[in-house]
């Protein structure tokens, strides 16, 4: 089982920075691909960066030059930099990570993959 706690949430002013984290916890062997989506009312969860294990990163395109994805693999906890907050960015942000956890020696050892996600933060940006 692998857990994602996130953290960094909160309600700004147009045009100032948060801060986003979602660390890792459990039994992590290796993480791939990891990932932030945000879900306003009433709409679907869109992808809003994505940063893979060789650190290669996207973007969607409404957040391009204002948001910066990274990770410190030795915490297995990724960051979300968020820049010149617009009120459209404000949403409920959810991290995900992908990759493979061990099993116990009790449940034959070795390893199996994951996918998880955080409970999500809010994020509200007034204008």
């Known amino acids: 089982q692998v857990q994602l706690v996130e953290s960094g949430g909160g309600l700004v002013q147009a045009g100032e920075s948060l801060r986003l984290s979602c660390a890792a916890s459990?039994?992590?062997?290796?993480?791939?691909?990891m990932g932030w989506y945000r879900q306003a009312p009433g709409k679907q969860r869109d992808l809003v960066a994505s940063i893979t294990g060789g650190s290669s990163t996207n973007y969607a395109d409404s957040v391009k030059g204002r948001f910066s994805i990274s990770r410190d693999n030795a915490k297995n906890t990724m960051y979300l930099q968020m820049d010149n907050l617009e009120p459209e960015d404000t949403a409920v942000y959810y991290c995900n990570m992908g990759g493979l956890s061990s099993r116990p020696l009790y449940s034959g050892g070795g390893y199996q993959p994951f996918d998880s996600w955080g409970q999500g933060t809010q994020v509200t940006v007034s204008s």
């Open positions: 459990g039994r992590v062997f290796s993480i791939n691909v």
